[in-house]
């Protein structure tokens, strides 16, 4: 949780203004984004990714052990600061499927986007998957009263909106429309690997040359080129690591 970092707003400010990274993002349980919302704001942080699974108390309570679900949904105070939001919910049968209209009617009342996402066969979700999968693209396209609008990012292939709503809402699947085709994303693992693609069960270790730039450089050439194309080439090789690893 990038928000228990006491440097946060020294970091986005660093890759905003001195780095001239054009668009900074952080993804948070947004428990304590409240608090720090106008200091980002002002550091650079162009947008928001807050990590919602119910919006039931008893349910956001049991699934964090112990989170504010009040104090998250202050972080919607992010919109008044021209931060864009985006609401994540990984969708489970048996669990938060019941509170997907919920979850829509957030779209109709504020201008933010709503990611939903498939449940995939990683870490602990492995026990849970037979019974709690469902096939979201499938859903929502079939849901009445969505019209399917262009995407304009390299999140999803397109988006949906409520009729009259101030938000989209998106689709992450990798089983039924996913999205590898345009990613673009490298991943640097908490212990110095990288990872060219979330779910893959393959990375390569950069800390032997961390004090070798231009060594760096040239490995890191080669290794991208071996970024997979689609997930068809990594779906029989998923990752073995927990996802608060990932």
Not at 97 to 103: G, H, T
Not at 165 to 177: D, L
Not at 206 to 217: A, D, E
Request: with cysteine; proline share 2%; charged share 25%.
């Amino acid at each position: 949780e990038p928000l228990l970092n006491s440097d946060l707003v020294e970091l986005v400010h660093y890759a905003k203004n001195t780095c001239n990274i054009e668009e900074v993002i952080v993804s948070t349980n947004g428990i304590k984004f409240f608090e720090e919302a106008l200091k980002l704001k002002n550091a650079g942080l162009d947008k928001v990714n807050i990590g919602i699974n119910s919006l039931k108390e008893y349910k956001y309570d049991s699934v964090t052990r112990g989170g504010n679900l009040g104090n998250v949904l202050k972080s919607f105070s992010a919109l008044k600061l021209n931060i864009d939001t985006t609401v994540e919910m990984l969708v489970m049968n048996n669990f938060n499927y019941d509170e997907l209209n919920d979850f829509i009617q957030l779209v109709k009342n504020f201008p933010i986007t709503l990611r939903l996402f498939e449940l995939m066969y990683v870490g602990e979700l492995r026990k849970i998957f037979d019974e709690g999968y469902l096939n979201i693209v499938d859903v929502i396209e079939n849901m009445d009263g969505l019209e399917k609008i262009p995407s304009d990012d390299n999140i999803c292939r397109y988006y949906f909106k409520p009729g009259n709503s101030r938000g989209k809402i998106g689709v992450i699947s990798r089983f039924n429309n996913s999205n590898c085709w345009n990613c673009n994303k490298i991943i640097l693992s908490y212990d110095g690997k990288i990872r060219l693609c979330t779910y893959e069960n393959k990375e390569y270790d950069i800390l032997n040359y961390l004090h070798k730039p231009l060594t760096f450089s040239e490995v890191m050439k080669e290794i991208i080129t071996r970024k997979p194309k689609d997930f068809n080439e990594i779906k029989d090789n998923i990752t073995n690591r927990e996802l608060y690893e990932l």
